[in-house]
């Protein structure tokens, strides 16, 4: 069951502060299970952060073999380092193996992103030199998506390669990487593997982790690197990933899924708890937040909520039943504009908005990764096939971050083209505020035109 709070109850603070302080929280908790890990893995105490910059210095050092040695200490995965790049021909293998209904559904998902993701592409102009101002978008040369692999490589997200990768493929990025935890032999799920095929992946690497981030960062002789690492991981990777930030780019820094539904009197019980319990069932570490508003709607979700808790499978629903305890919150509110105020401060990955008037409410929700309106847009639908990517800002972040999309993988150029007679509009402005700050050589500069 959703533990219950009403809008003012200080225990929902937990859910809120600023991301940097949520994600602190999330630290600290995996410092606490790394440590004795570690010293049973190295044989000595270390932080996450030691481990970290342990690994990045190997993998510069030794590339690929170094991958393999820490793939096989962390995973138990036996990787030939002269393997770790999986061979093309394997990839149309798993295409050709993979049912017809998959791979129908993976065509259909990769279709929709395809169109959504042609929208967002902004608009050059002033590139024919024909404009004194202009800008140019241009794609970046190589990037590399993380798709997570589950316990050991042995549930690997693959609609996580859609998501990732044909939003770059749509902004012109010519070499698509993927990197992936393998199974303990060494392989990839077909499923992946497959995914990767339809979607045009250029190198799929088999490895998984800080490993994977440090070759994706660093480069090794089989894996050049890359300009820009996006998809989620575990706090691990997203650890990794921070480390790495100015060798290449990041996407955002990820955590635990998240969703926050509103609903009134007219949601259906069932679809709130169903799509609750969707997010739960990700991860213990996820939070599933439903903000009532009005009388008699909490108790109907929550008897929903605790049957088909019931019903799902042992493995599901252990993890989400883990998550529900800890993160499962239901916020009672008596008005729409307390719902609202709630949703922002918390600022969710993902939020449902389940009233009979959706429209008033979506206009002042400010800070949410996407917004699902209505009983026919459960998050799960976009998680797979609406269009948006499923990649998005979590613990708090949307305040501040957007999720991925076609934009997120363009460089934009400005370009300055000015006549003389542009010049000498801007000139006496450019050179007080240049002397303004001191910058004698700066003014010089536009005075030498004014003289000729």
């Known amino acids: 069951m959703l533990t219950e709070l009403l809008p003012d ?3 929902l603070r937990e859910l809120l502060g600023t991301s940097h302080q ?18 049973k893995v190295l044989g000595r105490s270390a932080s996450i952060t030691d481990v970290i910059n342990e690994i990045f210095t190997a993998v510069e050092r030794e590339g690929d073999a170094a991958v393999a040695h820490y793939a096989k200490l962390f995973d138990s995965a036996e990787l030939d380092p002269s393997r770790m790049l999986v061979p093309k021909s394997e990839l149309k293998r798993a295409w050709e193996a993979c049912e017809h209904s998959l791979r129908s559904a993976i065509q259909f998902s990769i279709q929709q992103v395809e169109s959504y993701q042609r929208r967002l592409l902004p608009r050059s102009f002033g590139t024919a030199l024909d404009e004194p101002l202009g800008v140019r978008w241009s794609p970046l040369a190589r990037v590399g998506a993380y798709i997570p692999g589950g316990a050991k490589g042995a549930a690997p997200l693959f609609s996580s390669v859609i998501m990732n990768l044909v939003p770059a493929k749509v902004a012109g990025v010519p070499e698509l990487v993927l990197a992936s935890p393998s199974r303990a032999d060494g392989t990839l799920s077909d499923e992946l593997l497959a995914t990767a095929y339809a979607v045009g992946v250029t190198e799929v690497y088999r490895a998984g982790g800080i490993p994977a981030i440090a070759a994706l960062a660093c480069g090794t002789p089989s894996l050049p690197k890359v300009d820009k690492i996006v998809g989620p991981g575990n706090i691990y990777v997203t650890l990794a990933k921070r480390h790495a930030y100015g060798r290449v780019d990041l996407d955002m820094l990820a955590g635990p899924s998240e969703v926050l539904v509103i609903a009134d009197s007219g949601a259906n019980p069932a679809y709130v708890a169903a799509d609750l319990l969707s997010q739960a069932e990700h991860d213990a570490l996820a939070m599933a937040v439903c903000v009532t508003i009005g009388h008699d709607v909490a108790a109907n ?49 993902h939020l449902e908005l389940m009233v009979r008037n959706p429209a008033p409410l979506f206009a002042k929700l400010t800070n949410a990764g996407a917004i699902f309106i209505g009983p026919w847009s459960p998050e799960p639908i976009g998680d797979y096939v609406a269009g948006p990517s499923h990649t998005l800002p979590t613990g708090g972040s949307a305040r501040v971050w957007s999720g991925i999309g076609a934009d997120t993988f363009l460089r934009r150029t400005s370009i300055i083209n000015l006549s003389e007679n542009d010049f000498r509009h801007c000139a006496d402005a450019g050179i007080v505020m240049a002397r303004g700050e001191g910058m004698e050589a700066h003014a010089r500069s536009i005075e030498a035109r004014l003289k000729t």
């Not at 799902?312 to 609202?340: M, Q, Y």
């Open 22 to 39: 949520r994600f602190a929280r999330l630290v600290q908790e995996a410092e606490s299970r790394a440590r004795p890990y570690y010293t």
């Open 301 to 349: 979700i929550q008897s929903e909520l605790s049957d088909q808790l019931d019903a799902l499978p042992e493995e599901r629903r252990s993890i989400a039943a883990e998550s529900i305890r800890r993160f499962g919150r239901l916020v009672r509110c008596t008005t729409a504009a307390e719902a609202v105020a709630v949703a922002n401060r918390i600022a969710p990955e």
């Open 9 to 11: 109850d200080q225990s």
